[in-house]
């Protein structure tokens, strides 16, 4: 590709991030941040956890988001009784169209394109856990048979900050599955004031799409050809490096201070 058609991409690719923000906008009053580091996470083909006090539109953004992106949604509410088998699937026997008796998959609600796990830190780690293999590998094993996910797949974990009873802290292995912990701030004066105005006018609409799911799949793709310099990936290397308390390259503080 030469540069007249890279720089052609490049704009095509800005133009239409520009209209999914755009859509975003229309039902999302303000966190400008959030909707962009929702946008990265989707764009790189990363997971992301929500964490913000109640009633700031948390759940609202995933909707808006999936709706934006045209994707199908699916939305999984952690509660402390909820089962591995509640998100992944399970098998069922049941009469085939031969007339025998065979298990056959049903599938959980993880078969979607956006999950949103809704209060992930209220479900036992046991249930967390049923999220490891979708997040990280893109499909899930259940009676020993491997069923693949739908390609784009986003997990985005919701969390209450202020909320601590009733809870149970996300291990390190599940935080590993997030690129990002998207912090939720509350909006300011004008922005809140405009929210009641829209909150109370009528119902809430989402957003339409104007993309396909192969449109997007090509702007991811155009996101993995972007080249990334020596010096940045050094760079990236070396943050790696130096926060190991066993590497020579790390300062003295994390020898004394890091496990």
């Known amino acids: 590709m030469n540069v007249e058609e890279a720089l052609a991409v490049t704009e095509a690719f800005v133009e239409q991030a520009r209209t999914v923000r755009t859509k975003l906008k229309q039902t999302i009053v303000g966190q400008d941040a959030v909707l962009d580091q929702l946008l990265i996470c989707a764009l790189t083909g990363s997971h992301a956890l929500i964490v913000g006090a109640p009633g ?99 997990v985005v974990a919701t969390q209450n900050s202020i909320e601590q009873e009733g809870t149970y802290p996300l291990p390190e292995a599940q935080l590993d599955r997030f690129m990002m912990e998207i912090r939720v701030g509350y909006p300011s004066r004008a922005q809140e004031r405009e929210i009641v105005l829209k909150t109370t006018a009528g119902d809430e609409e989402l957003p339409t799409s104007t993309l396909t799911k192969e449109d997007f799949l090509q702007l991811r793709k155009t996101v993995r050809a972007v080249p990334v310099p020596d010096a940045v990936v050094d760079y990236a290397v070396s943050l790696c490096l130096g926060r190991r308390p066993d590497n020579d390259q790390a300062d003295e503080a994390v020898h004394n201070y890091v496990a």
């Open 56 to 154: 700031l539109a948390k759940t609202l953004m995933v909707k808006a988001l999936a709706r934006a992106l045209n994707w199908k949604f699916s939305r999984i509410q952690f509660t402390p009784d909820l089962m591995p088998s509640d998100i992944t699937g399970y098998e069922l026997l049941a009469r085939g169209e031969s007339g025998d008796m065979q298990m056959n998959f049903r599938r959980g609600p993880v078969f979607a394109n956006i999950v949103l796990a809704d209060e992930i830190n209220r479900a036992a780690p046991k249930t967390q856990s049923a999220l490891l293999e979708a997040m990280a590998e893109r499909h899930v094993t259940v009676g020993g048979e491997t069923h693949l996910l739908e390609d784009p797949f986003l």
